[in-house]
Nanobody, 115 residues
């Protein structure tokens, strides 16, 4: 069973930073791509950032310049560094691993940006 476990969420003030971690039970190199998604209350889940096996990244317009996705293959972990956080970034953040036609999701970690 492939497991993805997110951590690092919490409550931060606007302008603050958090780093989310997604630890995989196996090698993240086995995934074609990994990414972060988020779902705010009453809204649909949306893409935040993705990273492919060759390191290519993609970001939602709303987080460009503020968020950075990175991976550490040795630790089987993908990260999401979030800077300059805004209240509208408040959501449950999910890690996703894609392998061909299969998608694996973590349990999610809550990020709340509020003063």
């Amino acid at each position: 069973q492939v497991q993805l476990v997110e951590s690092g969420g919490g409550l931060v003030q606007p302008g603050g930073s958090l780093r989310l971690s997604c630890a995989a039970s196996g090698s993240i190199s086995s995934f074609n791509a990994m990414g972060w998604y988020r779902q705010a209350p009453g809204k649909q889940r949306e893409l935040v950032a993705t990273i492919t096996g060759n390191g290519s990244t993609n970001y939602a317009d709303s987080v460009k310049g503020r968020f950075t996705i990175a991976r550490d293959n040795a630790k089987n972990t993908v990260y999401l560094r979030m800077n300059s956080l805004r209240p509208e970034d408040t959501a449950v953040y999910y890690c996703k691993g894609s392998k061909w036609s299969l998608a694996y999701w973590g349990q999610g970690t809550q990020v709340t940006v509020s003063s």
